[in-house]
């Protein structure tokens, strides 16, 4: 719909402001009409020179009449009659139970979809997402961090809320990223080995210097640090001869490409400073030391989705209890909204036939569990013991983090800090200690409702275009020419009514 403005409410009926509007200005338009005609009577030649009343005075009574312009085409009246009807059938319809059926989402997720936000306003909180996407070694919960490592490559599926995600890792409810090991035997690794291991793994593992998506694009390569954080120069890179909804794809386009630069610039940054801070420079106390390392990944194991290895304090999934890193479980979300029984992304959104509003019939279905299928899928996490957590929300740094031993075996100790369940026993998706795909993606919900009202709206279109290509036919412009004769002849009778008194 570009930026054109609706006269309709997100129900799909007329807004009380069009509707008094295009009221106002029917009522005004006649009233002009009137006064206008009368002055022509009233400045009409005496009867002696009017016996006959002159054409061009007659064209412009009719005109007037018709509602058209005064240049001779009839062409403003016919789209304006044209749009009147179709106005008046699509009112009707769309006043419907069908068309205006309320739909059932909270009033917070839709005041929230209306505040229409600026393009630079959008940039920005897609600046500070990826910013919060960057590993910092300052933000240390329990040896591990508030941003993922980069397993998986599918940046697409990093559209949590880094805020959320941030916060529940802090409040110990859910696993921190921890750097993940290959494939190991710790019976042949000694702790020098298996330190040094650690020691030369990076924040984040290495980006690629260009995804595919973004290559062959213009104002972005070979730019400096500087104009690469200007988007204001963006335009200056867009081609000209594109229309205007491919040029507004490819400014996005270009931005998201800068921020991703950028964000390969703001890792290699931290990870400069996370080595000279474990040179014994500035921030060193948030670096972990080796006893901290040696007791999370002396106790390690495999992570069941991604085959690496992390601390043993898994995430849990809460209906069949299997482990899954935080890596993974950030991955898991729900389907774009998609017909049901029809899971091509997008695609049958954007092909479907426009000929009856099928906007209803949109779901979003709910993430499942990875390894039962059970639906509404969530974890739950248990801390380590409070001795062995450090970093944020504690008192304890981790370079002076003190090790252990043997507390894994110590009956006494996890039985006053893990509540245990059976592994038969599931937790209701409600539950406070369960964190759910949903959780960190809140907005599911506005995203569904906003695909349902481009699709009301695509309907709306399609339908006012079909009705005025059938109204605009032959049969229609015959019955249009009978009616400005008609009205023609009651203007001439008229005027010589008038001229005769």
Partial sequence: MGNTTSGYDESGNLSANSYQSSNSSRRSSVTTENNEYNNINK???????????????????????????????????????????????????????????????????????????????????????????????????????????????????????????RQLIIDRKLQPFYLPLEDYEEDEL?????????????????????????????????????????????????????????????????????????????QQKENERFLDAKAGGLGCSMV???????????????????????????????????????????????????????HDDNNNINNIDQSEDTSEALVSECSCCPYCATPDFGVTYEPPVMIKRSGLNTEVLPSNYQRTENIYSDSSNISKSVNTRPRTSSLPVNHESVVTSDMIRPVWETNLLKAKLRLKKRFAKANTIHMNNRLISTEEQNKIKKLEDEMLQKAIQLSLSENNK
């Fill in 288 to 342: 972990p030391n080796k006893n901290l390392l040696l007791d999370l990944y002396r106790n390690g194991d495999e992570c069941p989705i991604c085959f690496l290895y992390y601390p043993k304090n898994f995430n849990v999934s809460r209906c069949c209890q299997q482990p899954i890193c935080s890596e993974c479980f950030v991955q898991i979300k729900r389907k774009d909204p998609h017909y049901k029984n029809n």
């Fill in 190 to 266: 000694s702790d020098e080995d298996l330190l040094k291991i650690l020691n030369s793994t990076l924040l984040h593992q290495p980006y690629a210097d260009t995804l595919e998506k973004f290559e062959n694009l213009p104002g972005v390569n070979g730019l400096t640090t500087e104009n690469l954080n200007n988007s204001d120069n963006i335009d200056n890179y867009i081609d000209s001869s594109l229309s205007k909804n491919e040029k507004k794809i490819q400014k996005s386009l270009i931005f998201t490409s800068r921020l991703y630069k950028r964000k390969n610039l703001w």
């Fill in 43 to 165: 400045n009409s030649p005496s009867k002696n020179n009017t016996s006959t009343i002159n054409s061009s005075t007659a064209r412009r009574a009719r005109a007037q009449t018709l509602g058209m312009t005064t240049n001779g085409s009839g062409n403003t009246g016919k789209q304006r009659r044209a749009s009147s009807v179709v106005s008046s059938l699509l009112n009707a319809g769309m006043k419907g139970p069908s068309f205006s059926r309320s739909l059932e989402f909270s009033n917070s997720n839709t005041n929230e979809m209306n505040k229409r936000k600026s393009t630079r306003d959008r940039q920005l909180i897609k600046e500070n997402h990826y910013k919060n996407l960057v590993v910092k070694f300052d933000e240390c919960v329990d040896g591990g961090y508030l941003a993922p490592y980069g397993v998986h490559d599918d940046e697409t599926k990093l559209d949590y809320d880094d805020n959320v995600v």
